[in-house]
């Protein structure tokens, strides 16, 4: 396979193989190579110089919020959002092969995979060291092989890295859930009658009285779902960006309406993506049981 067909089946993200992004990227492209990249600008280059055909970020966690960084990268790296995928985040306890739970005195993770794991951590009596990712918590605690030292990461932190299990979903929260992009060079629209869609945008305002609620009105009168509305400042903090996800298509008429609205109380609209709703959406907005949902997803 040359490079150019090996880039066509490639999709990057952030961080060392293991990772949670990882995972999300086995889940959404099964059959492609992965390209672990250093930082979230080097995989928005990474596609950007087509070395690989999508990128898979982290964008929100029901627990820790929003992933710094990402929001900011968004409207000026170039690339469109073509997807989205929530991956239901477990937390498992690794260690070296042979080491048991009771041997374990310090454990290692991202900051934000200690802070979701607090009650497993206190109970247990463990001290905590913060490192850049949950899978070079996973590397580390494989390359130096003291029983002592565990790691807070993904199971498959474990099968790459050759660790054992030594306690399995030790997160506190059961909703635990990232939310993760899928980024390409070029806009992929679905057709807008192909079902639930979501569409992304950017806008700025100016710093005057009511200037937001103006350019928003339009999408309520109009019955348009905003899911998410997340704001920046510029330099000078005099005008505020927004970031913002509606549901529904821009071909569609309340969508087209809406956006007319707004473009007369806002500048600088810029649609980042318009793409298929993840059936997650749904089934979290049924009144179907928790453990039903979790059996349907499975447990990683």
Do not use: W
């Not at 890295?161 to 992929?188: C, I, K, M, Q, W």
């Amino acid at each position: 396979m040359g490079s150019v067909e090996r880039a066509a089946r490639t999709v990057a993200f952030q961080g060392l193989p293991g990772a949670y992004s990882h995972l999300a990227c086995r889940r959404i492209f099964p059959d492609f190579e992965v390209l672990p990249c250093d930082s979230f600008e080097d995989v928005f280059a990474a596609v950007r110089q087509g070395l690989a055909r999508h990128a898979v970020i982290p964008v929100d966690n029901t627990v820790a919020g929003r992933v710094a960084d990402v929001h900011h990268l968004l409207p000026r790296g170039g690339l469109h959002i073509v997807g989205e995928h929530f991956l239901r985040v477990n937390h498992h306890l690794l260690g070296v092969p042979g080491a048991s739970l009771e041997q374990v005195e310090v454990v290692l993770s991202h900051v934000h995979a200690l802070g979701q794991c607090r009650r497993f951590i206190r109970r247990h009596g463990l001290r905590t060291r913060v490192v850049a990712d949950t899978a070079g918590a996973a590397k580390e605690v494989a390359e130096r092989g003291d029983p002592k030292l565990a790691a807070i990461a993904s199971k498959l932190a474990a099968e790459i890295y050759g660790l054992d299990v030594l306690a399995s979903d030790v997160e506190d929260a059961e909703h635990n859930t990232t939310r993760f992009l899928v980024l390409a060079r070029e806009p992929r629209y679905p057709p807008p009658d192909a079902g639930p869609v979501v569409t992304t945008f950017v806008f700025r305002v100016r710093n005057v009285p009511a200037a937001l609620y103006k350019a928003l009105g339009g999408f309520a009168t109009n019955g348009v779902n905003m899911t998410k509305l997340e704001s920046y400042i510029d330099g000078s903090f005099t005008q505020a960006q927004f970031y913002a996800d509606i549901m529904g298509h821009p071909e569609q008429e309340r969508v087209r309406l809406a956006f007319e609205e707004l473009r007369f109380f806002a500048h600088h609209v810029e649609i980042l993506g318009v793409y298929p709703a993840d059936p997650f959406r749904e089934r979290v907005g049924s009144d179907r049981p928790a453990a039903e949902e979790e059996a349907e997803q499975g447990r990683e």
